[in-house]
T-cell receptor, first 115, second 116 residues
Framework: AQSVTQPDIHITVSEGASLELRCNYS??????LFWYVQSPGQGLQLLLK??????LVQGIKGFEAEFKRSQSSFNLRKPSVHWSDAAEYFC?????????????FGGGTRVLVKP | GAVVSQHPSRVICKSGTSVKIECRSL??????MFWYRQFPKQSLMLMAT?????????EQGVEKDKFLINHASLTLSTLTVTSAHPEDSSFYIC????????????FGPGTRLTVL
């Protein structure tokens, strides 16, 4: 069975500081991995995804994530956080047709940005 | 990018009534849509997979007679919460999948259901 763990429920970061959100997954095959952001009143927006190839993935809004198979991790990073980055972030795994294209989400990490 | 809408965005109803939530893919055809439920400060839990022209596939523990799903066209799926009770109050989110073996899912903005 596939599962995703986001160890940090909340993270508070100062504006301009760097941000790293942790994600660990369990998956029986090569995983498809995703990071989504959810702002209040809005749907989930895809930040980036990893299917194969280069393990460092660039996404929108200045985010990047690194896939580390040995650690079963897919951590999200941003070098300099903006106040507008305050939101809930979800890591997800899955999406293969063989598994019904289902996504399994982590519990989410709420990011608060201090001025 | 692909846009998915949900209607209504917010609904309040009395206990015992039924509520229908619509999910539409606005600029693409989606043979598969998904319905999720999100409790406050929690993650998304998949409720069911909705396939156009066929019966929905429900996740374990989800009552199919309680949550009726209809996917009548390639751009519309509906979720009807029948005989709603306060414990059904939640945030319901749909997503629509692009065609292909792996098709990216695009998410709707969600519907906040409050049952009094």
């Amino acid at each position: 069975a596939q599962s995703v763990t986001q160890p940090d429920i909340h993270i508070t970061v100062s504006e301009g500081a760097s941000l790293e959100l942790r994600c660990n997954y369990s998956y029986g095959a090569t995983p498809y991995l995703f990071w989504y952001v959810q702002s209040p009143g809005q749907g989930l927006q895809l930040l980036l995804k990893y299917f194969s190839g280069d393990t460092l993935v660039q996404g929108i809004k200045g985010f990047e994530a690194e896939f580390k198979r040995s650690q079963s991790s897919f951590n999200l990073r941003k070098p300099s956080v903006h106040w507008s980055d305050a939101a809930e972030y979800f890591c997800a795994v899955g999406g293969l047709k063989a598994a019904g294209n289902k996504l399994t989400f982590g519990g989410g990490t709420r990011v608060l940005v201090k001025p | 990018g692909a846009v998915v809408s949900q209607h209504p965005s917010r609904v309040i109803c009395k206990s015992g009534t039924s509520v229908k939530i619509e999910c539409r893919s606005l600029d693409f055809q989606a043979t598969t849509m998904f319905w999720y439920r999100q409790f406050p400060k929690q993650s998304l839990m998949l409720m069911a997979t909705s396939n156009e022209g066929s019966k929905a596939t429900y996740e374990q523990g989800v009552e199919k007679d309680k949550f009726l799903i209809n996917h009548a066209s390639l751009t519309l799926s509906t979720l009807t919460v029948t005989s709603a009770h306060p414990e059904d109050s939640s945030f319901y989110i749909c997503s629509a999948k692009l065609a292909g073996d792996f098709g990216e899912q695009f998410f709707g903005p969600g519907t906040r259901l409050t049952v009094l």
